[in-house]
Every structure is written in C-alpha cells, then in structure tokens.
C-alpha cells in the first residue's frame, strides 16, 4: 500500500514571517506569564497550603468529605487533577480543530488563559469551610493552563524553521523557569516573613492570607504578561472551506464554521494514520509522560505527607529545581543538536526512570536533595525536547498546527489523568505513596 504525500503547503501562511524576533521573542514571554501555575499552584505554594488545609479538617486521619464521600486530603488533590486533565482531553481536539479552521487560534488561547488566571485568583477565597468549592475552582484553572498551551504549542512551527525548534522551546521553558522564580521568591517572602505586610497570622482569618495572596498574584501575574504574547503572536488566516473563497477567520455568516471544524479534526486523523513516526511518537510520550508528569504534579505533597518536610525546605528546594531546570533544558538542546533529538530524549527518559525507582527508597535529608537535582536537570529537558521533536515529525508547512497539536496534547492529558490517578488510588488503598512511585519506573 502507498503511503500518500504530505499535503501541499498552504500559501495563506506565507505572510507569518519565520524566526521574526519580536514574535518569538513574544511567544516565549507566554511561557514566563503561565509557568507560575505550574510551579506556585501545582509544585509549592498551593500543595503546602492544601495540605494545612486538609489537616485542620481532619487533624488524625487526613480524611475529609467531598461530595458525600470520604477521601484521603492527598488522594483527593490527585483526583482533582486527574479530573481537570480529563475533560480538556475531551474537548481540546475539537476546540484545536475549530480553532485551525477558523482561525481563532490566538482567540481560545486568550479564553483558557483567561479561565486558567482568575480561576488561580479565586483561590483567594481558599479556606476549610470552602474546601468543595474550591476543589472545583482548582479544576478550572489546571484547565485553563492545559487548554491554553496546546494553542500556544501550535504556534511554534508557525513561526520558527526546523532548525530553531530545539533552541526556540528550550527559551521559553527557560522563561518559563525564571519567572516563575521570581514570582515564587514573592511568595516565598509573603508566606515566610508575613508580618512585614501587617499579618497577623495567629488569627483565625490571618493564618490562611499569606497562601491567599500568593494565589492572587498568580492569577495577576497569568493575566498580566500574557498580553505581550496576545499582541505580538501574527493572527492566524483559518482556512477557508472552499477553496475559492479566501482565507481567513470566519464570519457569524458562516453557518458550517463548527461542521468544518470536525470535518478539520478527521482530516488529521486520516493523515496520522499514514504517518507511523508520528504514531510511534505519540505512543512513546503517552508512556513517559505518565511517570514525568505524575512525579512533577505530586512531588511537593509526597514531600510533605511522606517526608514529612518542612514547607520552607520544599518550597526552597523547588526553587532551586527551577534554577537547575534552566540548565537542564539548554544542555538538552545542545545535546540534542549531537546526537538528535531522539537520543537526546531517550538518555532523558532513562534517567526519568531511574528517578521513578529512587523514590521509593528516598529519605529525608542528602538523598532527598540529590534526587531533587537530577528532577531538576531532567524535567526541563524532557518536556523541552518533546515538544520540539514533535514539532519537526509533523508535516512540513500543515495549516492545522492545532489540530496535530491536540493529538500531542490528548496524549499528554490521559497520560496525567492515569498517572495522578492510579497513583493518588494505590496511595490510598495501600496507605503509602512510595508503593506509587515504583510504578512509574
């Protein structure tokens, strides 16, 4: 059987200059305006504050009630994830494909970027009598974060050549990275040294402000510098459904705008299936990212559940992967550049297993610190290089950048859906989250 060719190119994307460096210089900046969710929400601040929470509503056992049922606080943070995860895995490949036709790229970025941001800055109203409320509120802004990169992912081979891939992700992490540094050290200063605001946190109300008001920054900060990616990024031409009507966002006049944005997602379909680097790809990452994602996402409650460190030493550590993950990711890249990306990837991903076993054997003190430096060194370069592999594997000069791209992050999401879940059920029925590690090795 003949494989068929790659689409032709389209010419409605000639107007996007390549490796224009205003533009790329302004879609990394969306990698420093979102990477606070990552690391303030997901890695530090929130987790910390989840726990405090979860413990003054259940002091001994660290049981609490949600929706009628009775769920350990950790287990029930995992489950919150997997869930958030879930649904933007439902419905990203048809928002991608929609956005690819009718060129509203820029448009859902700014709607789930937006979602993601007050979402993190509702947390604000995070106390034990809201804990319900604010679990759904949680869900909110993990997809408001996911469903926005996809978008954001999309642009890259629209706006840089092959051989800038590697070099141009490896920048925006590395924005990402220290951003989100300096917003932490914020955090960090508020959560430590509350009294130089006028807190008082011996009261009821003032305990929970600092961790508050670290949630509302992010939401502000989100919000706030993705405006420089929203007015640098080019506008994106759509497609048109005929082919002799020009190209372009639709108009309310356009009645099959949502018909053809199915109609876009089965065109990717039917090309995946002739492009078998791609599908062994896609197959590869599902696998890894589980263990990757899954450690990242529960790193900071096992820390603290299972370790039982203070919060200034994990939140001081996590700062410091931040500053080793910028190393890591343009190492990576350089590395990369060697011995291509896919050896570059596969040494990466067998030192992510190695981490996977380690931590079942990890205690608190050196071991603890020197597993946290090759996290570090690793995580950057891991999802650096994933993105930027699958960047070049895709056809050369595709219109629906998005659409391919919510395949990468379909794949990604159910990834994390069955690693944070499997990992938050064998914590609880086993009673220990080392029993979870191992599994992802």
Excluded at 384 to 389: A, D, F, K, N, V
Excluded at 397 to 405: G, M
Aim: hydrophobic share 45%.
């Amino acid at each position: 059987m003949t494989t068929p060719a790659a689409p032709a190119p389209d010419t409605s994307f000639a107007d996007i200059p390549k490796n224009d460096k205003r533009i790329t210089r302004g879609w990394t900046f969306y990698d420093w305006a979102n990477s606070v969710y990552p690391l303030v929400i997901t890695s530090s601040i929130f987790p910390i504050y989840w726990g405090a929470v979860t413990k003054q509503i259940s002091p001994q056992t660290d049981v609490v009630r949600f929706l009628g049922f009775e769920v350990p606080g950790s287990s029930l943070l995992t489950y919150a994830i997997s869930a958030a995860f879930l649904l933007i895995a439902l419905i990203s490949p048809f928002l991608t494909s929609l956005a690819d036709f009718s060129g509203r790229k820029k448009l859902f970025m700014q709607i789930f970027c937006y979602l993601g941001a007050v979402s993190c800055a509702a947390l604000y109203f995070f106390v034990p009598d809201t804990l319900t409320l604010s679990t759904f509120v949680f869900i909110a802004a993990t997809i408001g974060f996911s469903g926005s990169i996809v978008f954001y992912n999309s642009y890259l081979p629209l706006i840089a050549t092959e051989d800038q891939y590697d070099s141009l992700s490896a920048r925006g992490f590395s924005m990402g990275y220290i951003g989100s540094v300096l917003l932490l050290i914020i955090c960090l200063v508020i959560n430590q040294f509350p009294q130089f605001l006028g807190i008082d946190t011996s009261t009821a109300e003032g305990k929970w402000l600092p961790g508050q008001i670290s949630f509302l920054l992010t939401g502000l900060w989100w919000a706030g510098f993705a405006q420089i990616p929203f007015l640098t990024l080019p506008a994106d031409p759509g497609r048109p459904a005929d082919p002799g009507r020009p190209a372009g966002p639709t108009t309310t006049d356009d009645k099959g705008w949502l018909l053809n944005g199915f109609r876009e997602l089965g065109k990717v379909w039917d090309q995946l299936k002739h492009l078998p680097n791609l599908k062994r790809f896609l197959l590869a990452y599902f696998t890894y990212n589980m263990g990757v994602q899954t450690v990242m996402y529960v790193a900071t409650i096992f820390g603290d559940k299972e370790l039982h460190l203070e919060s200034t030493a994990l939140i001081t550590t996590i700062l410091l992967l931040q500053l080793v993950g910028i190393l890591g990711a343009y190492l990576f890249a350089k590395l990369s550049e060697r011995i291509g990306n896919t050896r570059a990837l596969s040494w990466s991903v067998v030192i992510w297993m190695l981490i996977c076993v380690a931590g079942y054997f990890v205690q608190a003190g050196w071991s603890f610190y020197a597993l946290a430096s090759v996290i570090g060194l690793t995580m950057g370069a891991i999802q650096s290089l994933s993105r930027s592999t699958y960047s070049k594997i895709i056809p050369e000069n595709t219109p629906n950048t998005a659409a391919f791209f919510s395949f990468f992050d379909v794949t990604e999401k159910l990834s994390i859906v069955i690693g944070t879940f499997s990992f938050g059920y064998i914590a609880q029925i086993t009673g220990s989250m080392r029993n979870s590690t191992t599994g992802y090795a």
